[in-house]
């Protein structure tokens, strides 16, 4: 068994869609990103590429590279799933956190869950999402900005 911890963190802005965990949510506001920014995806490759001791996403998709402009970040965690299931790993759990005082995430999680664990072939019990404000504290607290914390337990398949 292998453990890995992930975090990432985007800027709010204009003018840009509000995806996390694959879902777009209908906000005045969208996360800054070289890809779609979508923070949480982003936590959770961060811990699955972290167990496997294979670096981070900057290393595997860099934001220099054209290929990957506003791509969509379930298309890169499919890409670390066929990476993790080449190296003989599968997901035994995932625990992630988003961090923000608005919009509210709770409607939307069941179908975050359910589009990560399709992207990483496992069942949904598997992966847990939870939210969370900062009661108006810090960048997330001002509506600044979005961040998100995974950690990833796999096994040896």
């Known amino acids: 068994m292998r453990v890995g911890i992930g975090y990432d963190v985007h800027k709010l802005v204009e003018n840009r869609p509000l995806i996390i965990g694959g879902v777009s949510i209908e906000y005045g506001l969208g996360l800054l990103g070289h890809s779609d920014a979508d923070v949480l995806v982003h936590a959770i490759m961060d811990s699955i590429l972290g167990a496997m001791g294979e670096g981070d996403i900057g290393k595997h998709f860099p934001d220099t590279d054209c290929r990957y402009k506003d791509i969509s970040s379930m298309k890169l965690l499919t890409e670390v799933y066929d990476l993790m ?3 003989g790993y599968k997901i035994s759990n995932i625990d992630s956190v988003i961090v923000a005082q608005m919009p509210k995430m ?11 664990s399709k992207a990483l072939k496992c069942d949904k019990a598997c992966i847990n999402i939870k939210a969370t404000t900062t009661e108006r504290l ?3 607290g001002r509506g600044q900005g979005i961040s998100s914390q995974a950690v990833c337990l796999l096994e040896y398949s």
């Open 138 to 140: 810090g960048f997330e």
């Open 106 to 116: 709770a409607p939307y999680i069941e179908d975050m869950r359910l589009n990560i």
């Open 85 to 87: 299931n080449s190296k």
